[in-house]
């Protein structure tokens, strides 16, 4: 079965120090790949995605994340990190040649100290 | 515009009463999704629709859980016959079309809980 897995369920950093979250996926195929972000009190809202092409991507906030194919992976990084980054950050993946649901992580719960 | 929204905000049931949660996508959005959270977890899928149809319903987890969606638009899950498993944060997700290149976009949930 696909699964998507996130390493580090608890991450906590102060503020500047720059930020790596890892999520790799099981399925073989062509992916769509998100990453969505929960701040406290909010909806969940997309950070950034990729579908095809340049395999940096750039989202809102300074985040990217880099698709590396042959290892299945989609980290999330950051290079300096701000108290408003404390979040609840999900990995999400779904297969391009259907019409199927998105796969989630488990989520990694950021916290960033003042 | 208006995004995703959905009623109640929390609901807290008796086991064994049925509840009904309600979404309103965002418009024209034909693509509809269900999902669960639960405690430290990640979002399980339940059901996706696109316009009324429900081409995959692989993700409800019994028979007591069913969806529909109505006029293209509002939809509502329900759960029959409640168990405290099934307390959990119930979201909802729309998209322009369809799953496999559209963002999704998420409203608050409905927080249930299950006595």
């Known amino acids: 079965a696909q699964s998507v897995s996130q390493h580090n369920h608890h991450v906590i950093l102060s503020e500047a120090a720059s930020l790596e979250l890892g999520c790799n996926y099981s399925y073989g195929g062509t992916v769509n790949l998100f990453w969505y972000v929960q701040y406290p009190g909010q909806h969940l809202q997309l950070l950034l995605k990729y579908f095809s092409g340049d395999p940096l991507v750039k989202g809102i906030k300074g985040f990217e994340a880099e698709f590396i194919k042959s290892k299945f992976s989609f980290n999330l990084r950051k290079p300096s990190v701000q108290w408003s980054d404390t979040a609840e950050y999900f990995c999400?993946?779904?297969?391009?040649?259907?019409?199927?649901?998105?796969?989630w992580g488990a989520g990694t719960k950021l916290i960033i100290k003042p | 515009g208006a995004g995703v929204s959905q009623s109640p905000s929390n609901k807290v049931t008796e086991k064994g009463k049925d509840v009904e949660l309600r979404c309103d996508p965002i418009?024209?959005?034909?693509?509809l999704y269900w999902y669960r959270q639960s405690l430290g977890q990640g979002l399980e899928f339940l059901i996706y629709?696109?316009?009324?149809?429900?081409?995959?319903k692989s993700g409800l987890p019994s028979d007591r859980f069913s969806a529909e969606r109505t006029g293209g638009s509002v939809s509502t899950l329900t759960i029959q016959r409640t168990q405290q498993e099934d307390s959990a944060v119930y979201l909802c997700a729309s998209s322009l079309s369809g799953p496999s290149t559209d963002t999704q976009y998420f409203g608050p949930g409905t927080r249930l809980t299950v006595l």
């Open positions: 999400a993946v779904n297969k391009r040649d259907s019409n199927y649901q998105l796969i």
């Open positions: 418009s024209g959005h034909t693509a």
């Open positions: 629709f696109q316009g009324n149809s429900a081409p995959d």
